[in-house]
């Protein structure tokens, strides 16, 4: 599969056999405990640009079930900051571009490649059907989507797909000058959508082309990307916490993190009814009592004859310390020392004894 000589089957072989053997490292190791449950997974992948190549790369090393990809981009000389767009793919579409390369890296991942843009009503209307309808078995949903994509306006459109779906999915973007980054794990209902809390060039209706500066061409760098994305492919490989919102800047290696919850007054009306659904399950869901048990306190051999007694009283505090001398102004004593006349126990006499230390030494030692 894929093309090629004997001797390229081969050496694929030989390559996925540790790519495999490594991964499946991790399922021994305890850390992932289905490991193969990956190729069940299809993912869509929207944007394969700077963020989207990389993740969609990753993905397919990881041996992902199926991938979905969305571009209507050109390949371009200027993307060669990246090993996975090569010179002479320079001219075609960036999805048709992935597919080759990505067929060679991992010929069992199913592709499928769609080179358009998503934001206008035909293939807007296209882009939800494949997201309900594109898994990996014919008809059903992909598990996730992810946003790589560099305009508000395609952000808009995948957020307003998957709060009519449904569907969960993951927003990530890189800066301008790309030395910081960020993702943002979007639940339907459950967590805020992309219209809930949106950028001021959305809230505002400004059209962000009127932004773009003539002759000044958006940062990339690959090292940015490659720590943004794996991050991002982490949900599905559903190792530890996923945070719902996680930043990156590279200048103050500062890793920012917070939730935000859904706005009742979102302006996506779809958002609002995932909103009141939610509510519901959670309203439904039965609650499990929680039933506090004393523990028993259990005690050791007590061989020095140590007790646990209440606190002293003031009274007893008082009747326990020495009498208290005159002081200057603003110095106090931490303690006093008891009168020893005041505190002899009534009834119990000290008898003087006329034998020598050793002798008395000599009887503890018999006791």
């Not at 927003?171 to 809930?196: D, M």
């Not at 990307?225 to 103050?252: E, H, K, R």
């Not at 006093?336 to 000599?362: C, F, H, Q, R, Y």
Request: proline share 5%; charged share 25%; hydrophobic share 40%.
């Amino acid at each position: 599969p894929g093309g090629g000589t004997g001797r390229e089957h081969f050496l694929f072989n030989v390559a996925f056999f540790f790519l495999c053997s490594r991964l499946m490292a991790l399922k021994r190791m305890g850390i992932v405990k289905d490991y193969e449950k990956i190729r069940t997974f299809t993912v869509a992948v929207v944007g394969v640009g700077g963020v989207g190549s990389v993740t969609a790369e990753m993905l397919t090393r990881c041996g992902i079930g199926k991938l979905l990809l969305f571009d209507y981009d050109k390949v371009e000389l200027a993307n060669m900051n990246r090993l996975f767009f090569q010179p002479h793919q320079a001219g075609l579409s960036k999805v048709q571009a992935a597919e080759h390369t990505l067929r060679d890296i991992n010929p069992d991942v199913q592709f499928e490649v769609h080179n358009y843009n998503i934001t206008t009503l035909d293939n807007f209307e296209h882009f939800m059907d494949r997201i309900s309808n594109g898994g990996l078995e014919e008809g059903k949903p992909v598990d996730l989507v992810l946003s790589c994509v560099d305009n508000f306006e395609a952000r808009m459109a995948i957020n307003t797909a998957c709060n009519e779906l449904g569907q969960i999915w993951m927003e990530s973007g890189v800066s301008e000058n790309a030395v910081s980054g960020h993702i943002q794990l979007i639940i339907p209902g459950e967590s805020a959508c992309f219209a809930c809390a949106p950028p001021l060039v959305v809230a505002a209706n400004i059209d962000e082309k009127t932004l773009k500066r003539e002759g000044v061409c958006a940062a990339s760098l690959p090292t940015t990307m490659g720590v943004v994305v794996p991050i991002l492919i982490q949900y599905l490989l559903n190792f530890g916490t996923v945070s719902y919102y996680l930043g990156y800047n590279a200048m103050q290696d500062f890793f920012p993190t917070m939730s935000m919850k859904p706005n009742p007054q979102c302006s996506d009306h779809n958002c609002r009814k995932q909103q009141e659904n939610y509510k519901k399950k959670e309203a439904e869901r039965p609650k499990e009592e929680v039933i506090e048990k004393e523990e028993e306190i259990v005690h050791e051999d007590n061989d020095w004859g140590i007790e646990l007694v209440s606190e002293i009283s003031e009274e007893e505090l008082k009747a326990a310390s020495g009498p208290v001398p005159e002081l200057p102004e603003g110095i106090s004593v931490a303690y006093t020392i008891p009168d020893k006349e005041e505190n002899l126990i009534t009834g119990e006499t000290v008898t003087e004894s006329e034998e020598s230390l050793e002798e008395l030494m000599a009887k503890m030692r018999n006791m």
